[in-house]
């Protein structure tokens, strides 16, 4: 004999699924997988769900983080043992902390493009004031040592540069081929120069090809001098051409706006690094190979290594920018900067302890193996820096 429990009037009224009409046990249905919420709600609620289900921007992004900055090697070591809920996934941490990093580096990074002194500008035949640019000011050279002087002076402009732009990764690169541009353009001028005194003939004061892309010391020309590789074939030349064109095209908007290389070549440097994580965690199960680990384990300590990266990436940027809201504030803003050199300081410390940590060597081998994997991959970096230049200077 059965007796049947009749419910409290008090109790709850049991939740059921819109869908199926199965009692609901969670925010998911069982039976049918449906959610509980739908997008008829208040706007507030679908951006907070959005944020935790894109970057989960919860309580586990504190416990992420304190680990992520200062314990080498510990979030990797808990997702290994299985403890993964409690902290924001590697792929999501990564994602986050790159774009954030490289954004606030756009931000705080920009190229002073206005004249500096009277050096930069001249009078033009009417009496009126004409600013010039490096070219420019190299065709108005008449003498060996002026040019030496202009050549100097935008060499140190480039120094002034990278030293701003030095924790930025690969933006090096691009002022390493502004440098051989100056050094190159003052060659040719001091040629002009010597030339003139030789056969009395006059200094040119125009240059037809400024601006333009050169291959094999001519300038680059569709029809005349176009860029032809043999095992690509006719339309895989005629597209590379294509990106030719488009490319020296974007080159005088350059010359008006360096930013707008700056700009475009750091925001595709999240996607190479992406890129180039599978490649790193090559090269770790390389390195690691009797260790029989899988993988997918290299995976998750190059993702976890590379967020560091960028978290103190970003950390950097953020103290470089409060030291010089700081300045004038008396010690303060040297107390900032000497925490900055320490956080640079401690990032290849950190990659080092967490090698150290994760794959338990001793210390001979741990450093060897440190010093191999970073030289590769510094290779790998530049590859993949210059391929992103390039890419940013056809697609500004």
């Known amino acids: 004999?059965?007796?049947?429990?009749?419910?409290?009037?008090?109790?709850?009224?049991?939740?059921?699924?819109?869908?199926?009409?199965?009692?609901?046990?969670?925010?998911?249905?069982?039976?049918?997988?449906?959610?509980?919420?739908?997008?008829?709600?208040?706007?507030?609620?679908?951006?907070?769900?959005?944020?935790?289900?894109?970057?989960?921007?919860?309580?586990?992004i504190l416990r992420t983080l304190g680990p992520l900055l200062f314990r080498p090697g510990y979030l990797s070591d808990e997702y290994f043992a299985g403890r993964r809920v409690r902290y924001v996934s590697p792929v999501r941490l990564f994602v986050f902390l790159s774009l954030f990093a490289f954004f606030a580096a756009q931000l705080s990074f920009q190229i002073d493009n206005t004249p500096r002194d009277a050096a930069e500008v001249r009078l033009g035949e009417d009496g009126g004031v004409v600013n010039e640019g490096f070219g420019e000011r190299m065709l108005a050279a008449r003498t060996v040592a002026e040019v030496e002087k202009i050549r100097d002076e935008a060499l140190a402009e480039v120094r002034g540069a990278r030293e701003e732009s030095k924790r930025v990764p690969g933006v090096s690169i691009g002022l390493d081929i502004a440098e051989k541009a100056v050094a190159n353009e003052a060659e040719r001028r001091i040629e002009e120069i010597r030339e003139s005194e030789r056969t009395g003939q006059p200094l040119p004061v125009t240059r037809e090809d400024t601006g333009t892309i050169s291959f094999n010391g001519t300038p680059w020309d569709r029809e005349k001098n176009p860029l032809a590789i043999g095992w690509l074939g006719e339309s895989g030349n005629a597209r590379l051409n294509a990106y030719v064109d488009r490319a020296q095209g974007n080159i005088k908007r350059i010359q008006d706006d360096p930013n707008l290389l700056k700009d475009a070549?750091?925001?595709?440097?999240?996607?190479?690094?992406f890129v180039l994580l599978p490649l790193f965690a090559a090269l770790l199960k390389v390195a690691y190979a009797f260790k029989h680990r899988l993988y997918m384990e290299h995976l998750i300590v190059a993702l976890h290594s590379h967020s560091f990266l960028c978290a103190g990436l970003l950390l950097v940027l953020l103290l470089d920018a409060m030291a010089g809201w700081a300045s004038g504030l008396g010690w303060l803003p040297a107390s900032i900067r000497t925490a900055e050199v320490a956080l640079v300081c401690w990032m290849p410390v950190y990659l080092l302890l967490m090698q150290k940590r994760i794959y338990r060597q001793g210390w001979l081998m741990t450093l060897l193996k440190y010093t191999l994997l970073g030289t590769c991959y510094l290779v790998l970096l530049s590859f993949g820096a210059t391929a992103s230049l390039l890419a940013s200077l056809v697609n500004l």
């Open 265 to 273: 070549f750091l925001s595709t440097v999240p996607t190479t690094l």
């Open 1 to 60: 004999m059965t007796t049947e429990t009749t419910p409290s009037p008090d109790a709850a009224p049991v939740r059921r699924c819109q869908n199926c009409g199965e009692a609901l046990l969670g925010e998911h249905c069982y039976a049918c997988g449906q959610p509980t919420k739908g997008l008829v709600r208040h706007f507030s609620s679908i951006i907070g769900d959005f944020m935790d289900s894109v970057f989960e921007l919860d309580s586990r």
